[in-house]
């Protein structure tokens, strides 16, 4: 089983994936943030430092993704907190003209040697709502984030996934409280339950 959680930032992403995790026995494959160099800089100067964040970001996802798939490695379940092609998204947003053509060429090299997922969790949210969480957390680096910035991010995940191919469940996070609400909680991981024996029933 491969089930990946996706959504724009903020929206809980691991902390679902964490509780699916545990629900399944599977391995918890979490997206590298912190560690990215350019990210902070990123932030402070979108321009200047857009094509350095996305090629770091775009390697390090593929090998991070490519290891859970080596032969020997690892022949369990995998739940992720990020989907590969979410990448190619936020590169879509932050790169123009000829660091978006080198970008898209990288992309289209590595992204068909990875698996497709058994299940993708979309969970999505207003704007206002992922600004509230998005302060909650606390990143330093992401305190100066703009609405319109969110905004512009949640359409391009909204219009991904209106004609994505495989299996997907979307939900509505806001007013959604999984973290600490256990009904919540035991709603969601139903719902995606369901949805995986939807998917295993089709194949």
């Keep these: 089983m491969y089930v990946v959680v996706e959504g724009p930032i903020g929206v809980g ?26 990210l902070a800089k990123f932030y402070r100067q979108p321009d200047a430092y857009a094509f ?4 770091f970001f775009l390697l390090s996802r593929f090998k991070q993704l490519s290891a859970l798939w080596q032969p020997g490695l690892y022949a369990g379940s995998v739940v992720s907190d ?11 947003m932050n790169l123009r003209d000829a660091e978006f053509a080198l970008y898209e060429d990288l992309y289209s ?28 957390r606390g990143r ?28 997907h469940l979307i939900i509505d996070a806001a007013g959604i409280d999984f973290v600490n609400n256990p009904e919540h909680e035991q709603q969601i991981l139903t719902r995606v339950d ?10």
Aim: net charge negative; proline share 7%.
């Design 13 to 38: 992403k691991t902390s679902l994936a964490r509780r699916l995790a545990a629900r399944h026995s599977a391995e918890l494959n979490l997206e590298v943030v912190e560690e990215n160099p350019f």
């Design 52 to 55: 350095q964040v996305q090629a």
């Design 82 to 92: 990020y989907l590969f092609d979410k990448d190619f998204i936020f590169a879509s």
């Design 109 to 136: 090299h590595l992204s068909p040697r990875l698996p497709t997922p058994d299940l993708v969790v979309y969970l999505r949210a207003d704007t206002d709502e992922l600004l509230r969480r998005i302060a909650l």
């Design 140 to 167: 330093p680096f992401e305190q100066d984030m703009q609405a319109a910035y969110l905004a512009d991010l949640t359409g391009r995940y909204d219009e991904y996934f209106r004609t994505y191919p495989h299996p």
């Design 194 to 203: 369901e949805a995986l024996r939807a998917g295993q029933a089709a194949d």
